[in-house]
């Protein structure tokens, strides 16, 4: 979740990020495998609809009818997770967790059967602290209990955030002292949630802190590596600008998370959201959605559904594409969109090309494409459809915009 009081600057996050694109790291094959987040995951989250407002069985399964109707369980969106305030603000008299009984009249289990007799999964939030962030119950010294009660309702996902946990300077919603390392919680929730009897997605939402890239796939399935999106386009600017130093570390069962998607919220362009959804799902970042479906533009609708990208993002090589400088361009700079990405595809290679000031025309010769090199290739822009082929590939682009670019090797003779 956000929270009108979790202001966090990117100075309170202390990062290491790798020096060059090619750097692996060292624990890569160390993959938490629990059987779930082969690819990531796909699906809806309450939060950015409607806050607490939106966390309620009625929502839940009206974005799981819309999931059906409007044709997105049939491209891959699976996940119908609720956000922060499910939940009444205290335990009862034996410790569980509660459903708010006005939200949920008859109950987590209940809810959870009938979204799964949709063919979806459902997904709920939770945090390491004291509280929540909206001030609900936290986690801290009822993990095994809470996991054991999550599998009990049939739980398929669970968001673990980061407020209300041991800080120097006292309980705080957001510490900017940590007292102790996040890693160290965000494995007592893993360890509960691997001995509670189901197999539960294990989201960490801990803003990027601790270099949690170098040690998530060891812990979750997923791991968000920077500050809340917060629904502006210098918010999709600065994550993507993170994002890519640390690409090599997504994988097969444990994916950096970019954060949730803002289309719909009415804040950026056409061209804007283009982009951010391009640059997510080259990522390889989940992908899920935060505002009401059922309000979606056909063009919007489109743009989320489309397969192509859905199946880059989806690829079952696992690797997110990061940038990569062609001959004369100029190197990528710390907080700023660079024009130039590519990622390895298990039939092939993804190249994005982004315009990230004014308009202009972008090319790139594919001998300087890292996996492709020297040769003719033919190319399909996953937005417009245009094919084509040849030793290069070009895109006019407006303002802000982006073209996406699956590459493959022609066949000889």
């Not at 009818?65 to 008299?93: E, H, K, M, P, Q």
């Not at 007799?117 to 119950?137: I, Q, R, V």
Request: charged letters at 15%.
């Amino acid at each position: 979740m956000r929270s009108g009081l979790l202001v966090l600057a990117a100075a309170d996050i202390v990062r290491s990020l790798p020096q060059t694109v090619s750097e692996k790291p060292d624990n890569l094959d160390r993959r938490l495998m629990n059987g779930l987040g082969k690819t990531p995951a796909l699906g809806w989250n309450s939060w950015n609809q409607g806050g607490c407002e939106a966390a309620t069985a009625v929502v839940a399964l009206n974005t799981a009818s819309a999931f059906i109707n409007l044709g997105l369980r049939d491209v891959g969106y699976t996940y119908i997770n609720i956000d922060d305030c499910w939940s009444t603000t205290s335990r009862n008299s034996s410790g569980y967790l509660v459903p708010d009984p006005n939200k949920f009249p008859q109950g987590i289990k209940a809810l959870t059967d009938q979204i799964h007799s949709m063919g979806l999964k459902f997904g709920l939030y939770g945090d390491a602290g004291t509280m929540t962030c909206a001030g609900h119950p936290g986690s801290q010294g009822y993990e095994v209990q809470d996991a054991k009660l999550l599998a009990s309702w049939g739980v398929d996902y669970w968001k673990h955030d980061n407020c209300y946990t041991p800080c120097n300077a006292g309980l705080q919603q957001t510490c900017t002292n940590p007292a102790g390392s996040s890693q160290t919680w965000y494995i007592k929730m893993r360890d509960a949630l691997l001995s509670s009897g189901r197999p539960i997605f294990y989201s960490l939402c801990n803003w990027g802190r601790d270099n949690v890239w170098t040690w998530g796939a060891d812990v979750g399935n997923s791991w968000r590596m920077s500050i809340d999106n917060w629904g502006n386009w210098a918010d999709v600017v600065r994550i993507a600008s993170e994002a890519a130093p640390i690409a090599s570390y997504s994988a097969a069962y444990g994916f950096n998370d970019l954060d949730m998607m803002i289309i719909g919220n009415g804040r950026l362009t056409t061209a804007e959201e283009r982009t951010h959804f391009g640059i997510w799902a080259i990522s390889k970042s989940p992908i899920i959605m935060g505002t009401d479906l059922t309000k979606l533009t056909t063009e919007r609708l489109n743009l989320i559904k489309n397969r192509a990208l859905l199946a880059i993002n989806q690829d079952s090589l696992g690797k997110a594409a990061t940038t990569f400088r062609p001959s004369g361009a100029a190197s990528p700079v710390s907080g700023q969109l660079y024009p130039y990405w590519a990622g390895p595809l298990s039939d092939g290679v993804v190249v994005g090309l982004v315009a990230p000031d004014g308009a202009q025309t972008l090319s790139v010769n594919f001998a300087d494409v890292p996996g492709l090199g020297a040769g003719t290739f033919a190319w399909t822009e996953l937005y417009s459809g245009h094919t084509g082929s040849g030793i290069s590939v070009s895109a006019n682009l407006n303002a802000h915009d982006m073209a996406v670019f699956k590459v493959v090797r022609i066949a000889s003779g």
